[in-house]
């Protein structure tokens, strides 16, 4: 079945560092990707999103290249601030494996000043 | 615009009480559905997704059980709770349309004692 393979955490970054959070994807089809962001006690919201081949998603200085011959689509932030600190989660959804989508274990990130 | 709630946000239970989490949203019609959770320190697991009233299935055999009485509310529940049902519910609603994003609930913390 589908799934999904982001790097363990938790990460840890001093403020304006370079952020990269891996994520990788197995799928049957040709799955939409995204990446879901957690602040604490609080539920998921969308970061960003991509649906097809080659696609760029950004938002707040986030980005992810959907890379199908490599299967990925890893997270980067030129330069991370303290309210970064967040849980996130790589997912995706594919329309030939029903309304379902699949979540990747989630990544801790922790921003120092 | 649409929204969602759910409630309680947090709630103390002994084992063997029984559980009822609510779901509603709202400015859309016939919205998919989903039952979440997160367990400390993990990722995402479905547990329960609706096309439709009266439409459930299940993701995870367990000790839970989903409703969808009315077209947008949605209802997680238990007999007899145990004390591995402990941990963060998200409902969502969405992964339709051409990119099948979810939007999310601000979670309910369930602590089982």
């Known amino acids: 079945g589908d799934s999904v393979t982001q790097m363990e955490g938790p990460v840890t970054l001093s403020e304006e560092a370079f952020l990269t959070i891996n994520c990788t994807y197995t799928?049957?089809?040709?799955?939409?990707l995204f990446w879901y962001v957690q602040y604490p006690g609080e539920g998921l919201q969308l970061l960003l999103k991509?649906?097809?081949?080659?696609d760029k998603g950004s938002n707040k200085g986030f980005e992810a290249t959907y890379r199908k011959e490599t299967t990925s689509f890893h997270l980067e932030k030129g330069s991370v601030q303290v309210s970064d600190s967040a849980v996130y989660f790589c997912?995706?959804?594919?329309?030939?494996?029903?309304?379902?989508?699949?979540f990747g274990a989630g990544t801790r990130l922790f921003v120092k000043a | 615009s649409q929204t969602i709630h759910q409630w309680p946000a947090t709630l103390v239970q002994p084992v063997g009480s029984p559980l009822s989490l609510e779901c509603t949203v709202e400015?859309?019609?016939?919205?998919?559905l989903y039952w979440y959770r997160q367990a400390a320190g993990r990722g995402l697991q479905l547990l329960f997704y609706?096309?439709?009233?009266?439409?459930i299935s299940s993701e995870v055999p367990q000790n839970l059980s989903a409703s969808r009485p009315q077209d947008r509310q949605f209802i997680l529940s238990s007999k007899k709770l145990l004390l591995s049902d402990s941990g963060f519910y998200l409902c969502?609603?969405?992964?339709?349309?051409?990119?099948?994003?979810?939007?999310f609930g601000e979670g309910s913390r369930l602590t089982v004692l």
């Open positions: 969502a609603w969405g992964g339709q349309g051409e990119t099948g994003e979810l939007f």
């Open positions: 799928a049957t089809g040709y799955p939409s």
């Open positions: 991509a649906t097809k081949a080659d």
């Open positions: 997912a995706l959804s594919d329309r030939t494996g029903g309304f379902k989508t699949i």
């Open positions: 400015g859309t019609s016939n919205p998919n």
């Open positions: 609706s096309v439709g009233i009266g439409q």
